[in-house]
């Protein structure tokens, strides 16, 4: 059996996140609290359901006495809590199944009598996933429930769950998991396996466990795995994880980009996943880093290196990029895309001011002014409205789109330049030019097809 379904926790001493534990145990030991409804809010991997049919067997342990906190885990109706198939406690999946027929099935059932437990336990997982219907009927059992039914709604998304369903619920928020409750949770694989492994290897999986109890046990099922007999070293994790040279590289991307050379940061990006860095580890080293740096900027100025409007900006596309790396088809493309961007930000005033004036002494000797093919603040009007719209139906091709110019728009056909063949490849895949090219027939009202082009003497 896998490590995080073998030591899931099964009572609320064994909950590795402090907060929820203290929570839980001054809501359930209250004399005074009567809450039919829970909401258990929080990223994935951090014990929401766990703690779901935790708190189903407090409510029907057979042996739990008055004033006792934790459930026998011997009696029958614990015992089948753990396994699944206790008839009065029921598990739904909304991501799944989208719920209604189950919650309906509910509403029509729920005024039944329990088959054998003292409460009917409603688990709802991915509550925020039900239709608009399921919620209306979920809210109406809300309103009015029997006092043997109890719900315990959990979410990754809470901003999802309708205002009137959360107010109905105690909310108990399970945040990432700090460094010491990721070791006391691998503490507890450890001593159950007897595993052969040193504190500071431990140390590096809870680094690696991106905050969440499951990913550790995973990271460490998978190095117990590949050691075999052979003690886990702090150095055979990083050795299997890639991680014992990512200072140098991550002093290497800073470089990169304080350069904006975006070529030489996007070979760096294809190095580490050749060599199977993972991605996401890297961007929260590269982001600790880019922040001891910014802290430092703020405290003295004149520092060198980036100014505090690039790292400041550098960071919130690092953040973006580290939220959606899970859920990347390319793990590296929220990297890269974040890298493009920044490498496309125009100079600051002043630059942009000085450069305007050497263009100006050029042209003052002897070169030809060229006159502008596009009205400025047409084009900038119409450039932004077009990323703003496309925004709201692709994220990615809105941000690829911040790093381009207008070189053309007239007649029927709109000419964009843009610095980095990367980008322009991007852009030009049929997918993303249809998007690109509706949207921008229905900001000018007439139809128009999209041009790529690679700006004369940037990156390729």
């Known amino acids: 059996m896998v490590y995080y379904r073998k ?18 145990q ?11 409804a829970f909401l258990f809010t929080g990223p994935k991997g951090l014990g929401k359901t766990s703690s779901a049919r935790i708190v189903a067997k407090f409510l029907n342990c057979e042996k739990r006495k008055a004033g006792d906190l934790e459930p026998c885990n011997k009696c029958y109706e614990c015992t089948s809590i753990t396994n699944g198939s206790n008839m009065d406690v029921l598990e739904i999946d909304a991501a799944s199944n989208r719920g209604i027929d189950e919650i309906r099935d509910l509403r029509e059932k729920i005024n039944l009598s329990t088959i054998k437990a003292k409460f009917k336990v409603y688990i709802i997982d991915e509550v925020h996933m039900l239709t608009a219907e399921a919620f209306n009927a979920l ?8 006092s043997h039914a109890v719900f315990v709604l959990c979410t990754t998304e809470p901003q999802k769950v309708p205002a009137t369903i959360a107010s109905r619920c105690l909310h108990v928020s399970f945040s990432v998991a700090t460094q010491d409750e990721l070791l006391r949770s691998l503490k507890r694989i450890v001593n159950g396996e007897k595993l052969n492994i040193e504190k500071e290897a431990m140390e590096e999986v809870a680094r690696l466990s991106d905050g969440s109890f499951r990913d550790g046990s995973k990271i460490l099922q998978e190095l117990t ?39 030489k940061a996007l070979d760096l990006v294809q190095k580490l996943v050749n060599e199977g860095v993972d991605t996401k580890y890297f961007v929260e080293e590269l982001t600790n880093e880019l ?13 060198k290196g980036m100014s505090l409007e690039d790292l400041k900006k550098l960071l ?19 990297l890269e895309l974040a890298i493009v961007e920044f490498a496309a930000v125009p100079p600051h005033p002043e630059g942009a001011a000085r450069q305007t004036n050497e263009s100006s002494s050029k042209n003052s000797v002897g070169r030809p002014s060229v006159a502008p093919q596009v009205d400025r603040p047409a084009a900038s009007g119409f450039l932004s409205e077009l990323i703003l719209k496309i925004n709201s139906e692709n994220k990615t091709i809105a941000g690829l789109l911040r790093g381009v110019s207008l070189k053309d728009m007239s007649g029927k056909k709109v000419v964009m330049e843009t610095k980095f063949q990367f980008h322009k490849e991007k852009l030009d895949e049929r997918s993303a030019k249809d998007i690109i090219e509706k949207v921008a027939s229905e900001i000018l009202k007439k139809n128009v097809t999209i041009e790529f082009m690679l700006r004369s003497g940037d990156i390729k």
């Open 291 to 303: 922040h001891s740096i910014l802290l430092s900027k703020v405290n003295d100025p004149s520092a």
């Open 316 to 334: 919130e596309l690092l953040m973006a990029a580290s939220s959606q790396i899970k859920y990347a088809v390319l793990s590296q493309l929220p």
């Open 225 to 263: 795995a590949k050691a075999g007999s052979k003690k886990i070293t702090k150095e055979f994790v990083e050795k299997e994880y890639k991680t014992s040279n990512l200072k140098s590289q991550t002093s290497s991307m800073i470089g990169f980009l304080e350069e904006k050379d975006a070529k």
């Open 7 to 24: 030591y899931r926790p099964q009572k609320i001493e064994e909950l590795d996140s402090s907060s929820v534990r203290e929570t839980l």
């Open 26 to 36: 001054a809501v359930l030991l209250s004399k005074k609290s009567n809450f039919h």
């Open 139 to 146: 809210l109406k059992t809300l309103e009015e429930p029997p």
